[in-house]
C-alpha cells in the first residue's frame, strides 16, 4: 500500500467547527486507501486525550504542541517580511523540529496537507517531491477579498488588509508552481484559482459532505416548535458569520416579522462576539449558544438561514441540515460548492427582500418545506457522504501518485 504524509494545522477533534468536519472526515478516508502517518499542530490542551482516536486508523501520529506567535509590528517587521503574516502566523521553530524528526527516515508517495498556511513546513522539506497535495478548508486569496469589499473597516484597517492580500497573491503563485493538486471545496474557488494562476488541470474540486449516519433524519424525526422558526448555527466568532448576522438583523429580521409577528429565530454557535450577543438581545432571539448536539435544533426548526456574504469553500451546515431533511434559505454565495438547484433542493436569495420572502414563503408553505427536505436529504446521501467523497478524491490521488 502506498504511504502517504498528512500535515494538519489543527487537531481536528472534537468536531466542534464546520472545517473540523472535512479535515477529520477525509484524513479518516485518506487512511482507508495509504499508510498514513499523521502529523498534528496541537494548540490544545484536551488535544492530546483524543490521539487514541487517530492511531486507530492511522499509522503513526505525532501531535506537536504550537501557540500561535503574537502578530508582528507593522512598520518594524510586518512590511518587510515577504511572508503574509496570515501564514507566518502558523510558522514554529519547535514544531518544525519536531516535523524533522517525525519524517526522519521516512519515504512518501504523497505529502498532503491542508491550507496554505502549513506551505513554510512542507517548503523546507518536501520541494521538489514528486507528488505534494494541498486541500482548502477555504482559499485564502479569494477569503479576503471578500473581506475587503465587504467589511466596513477603517482606511488603516483597508490598508493593511491590502498589503497582506498582495502578499497572499505572490504566495499562491509560488505554492501553485510546486504543486501537483489543489484541492478546494467548490466550483467558485476553481474559477477564482483558474483565472488568477493559469494552471489549468491543478485545481480540482472536492465538495464538503455530512455524517448521514450522525445527521440522520430517520433517528431524528422533526419535532416543529408550534410557530414559525429559523436556525443559523455556526461559530459565532468567525468573521463571515458575524457578517452574516449583522446583514440579517439589519435589513431582514424586521421584514420578517412584519409579515411573521410569531416567528423566532434560534442562534446557536460557540463563542459569540458581544456583536452578536447584542443582536440577540437588541432583537430578543432565541439565543441558545454552544451546544454537545445541535441535531435537536434542526429537529425543531422550520428552516435553516445561511445570509452569508463572505464565503470561500462550501457551507458545512448546510449539508448537515439537508441531511437531517431541514429545508434551507441561503445566499447563493453561502451555498457555494453544491450541486443545488433553486426551488429544488433549497431556496435561493441574494437581496434582504428575496431572503425575508423566501424566509416568509417556507413558513407559509408546508408542501414547499415537505418536498425541498425530501430533495435535499437524498441529493445529500447519493452525492455528499463522506465515503462517496473520499472514493473521489483517491481516485483522484491514484493517478498523480508514483506507481510503486
Not at 296 to 312: E, S
Not at 322 to 332: A, F, I
Request: glycine share 6%; net charge negative; hydrophobic share 40%.
Amino acid at each position: 500500500m502506498q504511504r502517504m504524509l498528512v500535515i494538519l494545522p489543527y487537531v481536528p477533534f472534537p468536531i466542534r467547527r464546520g472545517t473540523f468536519q472535512r479535515v477529520y472526515h477525509l484524513t479518516e478516508q485518506l487512511a482507508r486507501a495509504y499508510d498514513v502517518d499523521l502529523f498534528c499542530l496541537s494548540s490544545e490542551a484536551e488535544d492530546f486525550q483524543h490521539q487514541s482516536r487517530f492511531e486507530g486508523f492511522c499509522d503513526r501520529v505525532k501531535f506537536s504542541q504550537f501557540k500561535h506567535p503574537p502578530w508582528p509590528s507593522f512598520w518594524t517587521d510586518r512590511v518587510w517580511n515577504q511572508t503574509p503574516t496570515t501564514i507566518r502566523h502558523w510558522w514554529s521553530d519547535s514544531v518544525d523540529e519536531e516535523l524533522e524528526e517525525f519524517i526522519l527516515g521516512r519515504a512518501y508517495d504523497c505529502v498532503f496537507w491542508v491550507d496554505i498556511v502549513l506551505w513554510p513546513y512542507v517548503e523546507k522539506h518536501f520541494v521538489g517531491h514528486e507528488c505534494l497535495v494541498m486541500d482548502r478548508s477555504r482559499v485564502d486569496w479569494l477569503f479576503q477579498k471578500e473581506e475587503l469589499v465587504t467589511l466596513n473597516d477603517s482606511a488603516w484597517g483597508r490598508f493593511m488588509r491590502r498589503e497582506n492580500l498582495y502578499k497572499i497573491a505572490r504566495a499562491e503563485r509560488q505554492v501553485i508552481e510546486q504543486l501537483k493538486l489543489e484541492v478546494v471545496c467548490g466550483l467558485e474557488d476553481k474559477d477564482f484559482l483558474d483565472e488568477r494562476l493559469k494552471r489549468p488541470g491543478k485545481v480540482f474540486v472536492l465538495p464538503n459532505g455530512a455524517n448521514t449516519d450522525f445527521f440522520n433524519a430517520d433517528d431524528w424525526l422533526p419535532k416543529p416548535t408550534e410557530q414559525p422558526s429559523a436556525l443559523f448555527c455556526g461559530a459565532l466568532d468567525y468573521t463571515p458569520n458575524i457578517d452574516a448576522m449583522r446583514w440579517y438583523f439589519e435589513a431582514i429580521h424586521d421584514a420578517i416579522l412584519a409579515k411573521l409577528p410569531e416567528y423566532q429565530l434560534m442562534l446557536v454557535g460557540k463563542n459569540p462576539t458581544p456583536e452578536v450577543k447584542g443582536f440577540a438581545e437588541r432583537f430578543g432571539v432565541n439565543f441558545i449558544g454552544e451546544v454537545p448536539d445541535v441535531r435537536p435544533y434542526y429537529q425543531q426548526a422550520w428552516m435553516q438561514i445561511v445570509p452569508l456574504r463572505i464565503g470561500g469553500g462550501t457551507r458545512l451546515k448546510i449539508v448537515e441540515g439537508l441531511s437531517m431533511r431541514n429545508p434551507v434559505v441561503s445566499t447563493t454565495l453561502g451555498a457555494q460548492g453544491l450541486d443545488l438547484e433553486h426551488e429544488k433542493h433549497l431556496l435561493l436569495a441574494d437581496t434582504a427582500e428575496a431572503f425575508a420572502t423566501a424566509c416568509e414563503r417556507l413558513a407559509n408553505d408546508f408542501n414547499l418545506r415537505e418536498s425541498l427536505s425530501k430533495a435535499g436529504r437524498s441529493k445529500v446521501l447519493s452525492e455528499y457522504t463522506w465515503a462517496a467523497l473520499g472514493q473521489r478524491l483517491t481516485q483522484k490521488l491514484n493517478t498523480l501518485m508514483p506507481v510503486s
